[in-house]
């Protein structure tokens, strides 16, 4: 089985930085990307930034020029690294392993897996 743990949530005043880190582990060959997506109260999920296994990543454009994903494929592992952060980055930011096998076998599916959880709290 595959599990996602996430890490590095918090509290801060506008303008500050937090690094949320997340691992996934279990028996995994690959993993395509990794990322990080967040909820808000009444709203939908939304992609903050994906990392792919390849090196290429993507923005959200409101997080664009503040956050920064890092992925280290040899451990299966995310950052993402948050500065200037705004009261409207405050939601529960979740990991996600997507694209994982844990199969050799040629042909073999892939899943996507969700880590619990992180709360980040901006305050103006």
């Known amino acids: 089985q595959v599990q996602v743990v996430e890490s590095g949530g918090g509290a801060v005043q506008t303008g500050g930085s937090l690094r949320l880190s997340c691992t996934a582990s279990g028996r995994i060959v690959s993993i395509n990307a990794m990322g990080w997506y967040r909820q808000a109260p009444g709203k939908q999920r939304e992609l903050v930034a994906v990392a792919r296994s390849g090196g290429s990543t993507n923005y959200a454009d409101s997080v664009k020029g503040r956050f920064t994903i890092s992925l280290d494929n040899a451990k299966n592992t995310v950052l993402l690294q948050m500065n200037s952060l705004k009261p409207e980055d405050s939601a529960v930011y979740y990991c996600?392993?997507?694209?994982?096998?844990?199969?050799?076998?040629?042909?073999?599916?892939?899943?996507?897996?969700w880590g619990q959880g992180t709360q980040v709290a901006v305050s103006s």
């Open positions: 996600n392993a997507n694209g994982v096998r844990t199969s050799s076998i040629p042909g073999s599916t892939r899943n996507d897996y």
